[in-house]
Structures are given as C-alpha cells and as structure tokens.
C-alpha cells in the first residue's frame, strides 16, 4: 500500500540553523502532500500542503515542493527559532480510503538558543 | 470561532471497561477520522467517515466502534476487546476530496490499567 519515510530524528539545532528534514512518499495515484506539526500534549496543525506536482507550499518561513519525479516532499526552513521546536510530519492523502492521511512515524526537532 | 472538540482531555478507565470518546465539529465538514499516536509513532486510521450514516474501518479498527449520526459528532467507542488502549486518540475532520487538509482537535489521552 501506499507509505511515507521521514527522516529519523531527533534533530539537534541550534536558533538560525537551516532545517531539512526529508520526506518521501510511495502511492498509485497523484496524492496530495501535507506537512502538518504538533506541539508537545496538543493536537496537529497544518503547516503546509502542495496539490500538484511542482507546486510549493509554504508558511511561517517553511517551505517543501512537490517533486512527483522523485516522489519527494521536503520541508525547509532557512533561519528556525527557538519556537520551532515541535514534531513533524509528512503526510500524503491516502486515495484508497477516502480522503484520510497517511502519516510516517514524525520527525522531532529540538531547536537551542 | 470554528473548531473541532474532544472531551475529555484525559481520561482513565479499568481494565475490562468499554469508553467512549467524544469529538464534535463545527466546521460544516462531511468527513471525519479517528487516529491513534503511540509514543514514538506515528498516526495511525481507526475509522473514517465521509458522510453521516456511513463509516468506514481503518487500518487498525479492532477493539473500536463508531457511529455516525449527526454531522457534527463522531463518537469512538474503545472496547474491552482492544488489547493495547492506552494511547492518544486524535479526532479530524475536513471537506470531501484529497486536496483538503484535515483540522484536528486536541486530541484525548486515554489511560487503562
């Protein structure tokens, strides 16, 4: 079935590091991509999405493209913040089961001033 | 303000007990969801609705149930049949179709012991 890998974590930066965190996704159809955060007890927040191949979601300083050639959607940031600390996650809609997500395991970013 | 719900926060029930979790929307969305975060671990599907009366089993549906009644609410029954409950259970709801990002609640941690 259709999957997603994220970068182990945790990461480790310090304030005005640039981030990466790779993601990379498996589906049958054209999914479209989300990276969404959670903030420690909370529930999930959308960051960013993409819809279509080669377009760019970005937010907050964030940005990941939709690279359909390499199933691809990574999430940058140029400049993070202590307030960045969070947990990641990549997430391709799932076309088999309606409009539900299909998350990977998270990527946790721990960010030091 | 528009928003999704779910009571309570934290919840403890024995062992053996049948518990139910409660999530409500007012966003007007046709499709909700049920998911599971275990520490370290990613989301993963319970159920999913995509329109009142209808409700469809997820990846991991064993030892849940659902019901669909009211646009605004999708209960989760955990039940004594699910072996491992303790966990964090995550209520979203959003709009038909796969470019639509999905609004979450704040999610219910569930204890049993």
């Known amino acids: 079935g259709d999957s997603v890998t994220q970068m182990e974590g945790p990461v480790t930066l310090s304030e005005e590091a640039f981030l990466t965190i790779n993601c990379t996704y498996t589906a049958t159809g054209y999914p479209s991509l989300f990276w969404y955060v959670q903030y420690p007890g909370e529930g999930l927040q959308l960051l960013l999405k993409?819809?279509?191949?080669?377009d760019k979601g970005s937010n907050k300083g964030f940005e990941a493209t939709y690279r359909k050639e390499t199933t691809s959607f990574h999430l940058e940031k140029g400049s993070v913040q202590v307030s960045d600390s969070a947990v990641y996650f990549c997430a391709p809609s799932d076309d088999q089961a309606g409009t539900a997500l299909i998350f990977g395991k998270g990527t946790t970013l721990s960010v030091s001033s | 303000d528009g928003g999704i719900t779910q009571s309570p926060k934290y919840l403890f029930r024995k062992e053996g007990q049948n518990v139910t979790l409660s999530c409500e929307q007012n966003l007007n969305h046709d499709a909700m969801y049920w998911y599971r975060q275990d520490p370290g671990q990613g989301l993963r599907l319970i159920y999913y609705?995509?329109?009142?009366?209808?409700?469809q089993k997820g990846d991991i549906a064993e030892g849940y149930s659902v019901s669909r009644e009211k646009k605004e609410s999708f209960p989760l029954t955990v039940t004594s049949a699910q072996k491992n409950p303790t966990a964090f259970y995550l209520c979203?709801?959003?709009?038909?179709?796969?470019?639509?990002?999905?609004?979450f609640g704040p999610g219910t941690r569930l204890t049993v012991t």
């Open positions: 609705s995509q329109i009142v009366n209808d409700f």
């Open positions: 979203a709801s959003s709009l038909r179709g796969t470019i639509y990002e999905q609004y």
């Open positions: 993409a819809t279509k191949a080669d």
